[in-house]
C-alpha cells in the first residue's frame, strides 16, 4: 500500500491504482479484529465503485505528466500532451464522477485558452514560442492545436517562412521587429 503526499499529485493516482489492485487484502485488514480498524477508516462498497473510475480520469494526467518530466521532454510536447489528455478524459464515463471530470475539464480549457490567472498558464495555444516549437516538430506540426488561434498562429508562422524564403531568393531581406504580442510583429523589407 502506498499512502498519498501532499506534495505529489500523483500519488493519489499511484495509492488508488494500488488499492485496486490489493483490494482484498485491505479487505480482510480492515475485518481482522486484531488490526481494530474503526469503521470510519473502512472503505465503503460505494468507496470501492468509485476508485476504478477516478483511476481512469487520473490516468491520461498520470501519463501526460510523466511525458512531460521525461529526459526527452521539450516545449513542443505541451500543446499535443494538453490536447491528447483532454480527449482522453472526455472518453471517460461520467458516472459517479461527473462533477470531477468537468471540473479537470474547465482546468484544461482554461490553461489552453488562457482563462487560467496564474502567469505561467496563460494561453499556451497563443504562446509563440510553443506554437513554433509544436508546428517545427515533425511529431505534431499541426496536428497537436485544439482551437482557431492556434491554427492561425501556424498560418502566420509558414507565411512569414514562406517570405522570408522568397524575400532571400529574390535578393530581399526581411527584417522582423516585434513591439509587444505576437500579434503586432512588424515585418520590413530591406533592400540589398
Same mark, same amino acid.
Given at each position: ?39 470510519? =477508516? ?10 476504478? /473510475?477516478?483511476?481512469a ?9 510523466? =511525458?512531460?518530466? =521525461? ?7 505541451? $500543446? ?10 472526455? !472518453?471517460? =464515463? ?21 482563462g487560467? &490567472? !496564474?502567469?505561467? +498558464? ?9 506554437? $513554433? ?5 515533425? !511529431?505534431? /506540426?499541426?496536428?497537436? +492545436?485544439?482551437? /482557431?488561434?492556434?491554427?492561425?498562429? /501556424?498560418?502566420?508562422?509558414? &507565411?512569414? $517562412? ?20 505576437a500579434?503586432? &510583429?512588424?515585418?520590413t523589407?530591406?533592400?540589398?
Amino acid at each position: 500500500m502506498m499512502l498519498d503526499c501532499e506534495t505529489r499529485w500523483g500519488s493519489v493516482y499511484t495509492m488508488l491504482e494500488r488499492a485496486s489492485l490489493q483490494k482484498q487484502a485491505i479487505k480482510l485488514a480492515e475485518d481482522d479484529p486484531d488490526l481494530a480498524i474503526v469503521a470510519e =477508516s473502512k472503505l465503503t462498497p460505494n468507496d470501492w465503485d468509485l476508485i476504478p /473510475k477516478v483511476i481512469a480520469l487520473l490516468g491520461p494526467i498520470y501519463a501526460s505528466s510523466l =511525458s512531460a518530466e =521525461s529526459d526527452t521532454a521539450s516545449v513542443s510536447d505541451i $500543446i499535443p500532451l494538453t490536447k491528447m489528455m483532454k480527449i482522453e478524459i472526455q !472518453r471517460v =464515463s461520467q458516472s459517479g464522477i461527473g462533477t470531477m471530470k468537468d471540473a479537470l475539464l474547465n482546468q484544461i480549457d482554461r490553461y489552453l485558452e488562457g482563462g487560467d &490567472t !496564474r502567469a505561467h +498558464f496563460v494561453n499556451v495555444e497563443q504562446n509563440p514560442l510553443m506554437v $513554433i516549437a509544436t508546428l517545427l516538430d515533425p !511529431r505534431y /506540426k499541426t496536428a497537436g +492545436f485544439q482551437n /482557431k488561434e492556434g491554427q492561425r498562429g /501556424k498560418q502566420k508562422l509558414l &507565411t512569414l $517562412i514562406i517570405s522570408e524564403l522568397t524575400q532571400e531568393v529574390s535578393g530581399t531581406e526581411m527584417v522582423t521587429e516585434t513591439a509587444g504580442p505576437a500579434d503586432h &510583429t512588424q515585418v520590413t523589407e530591406v533592400r540589398k
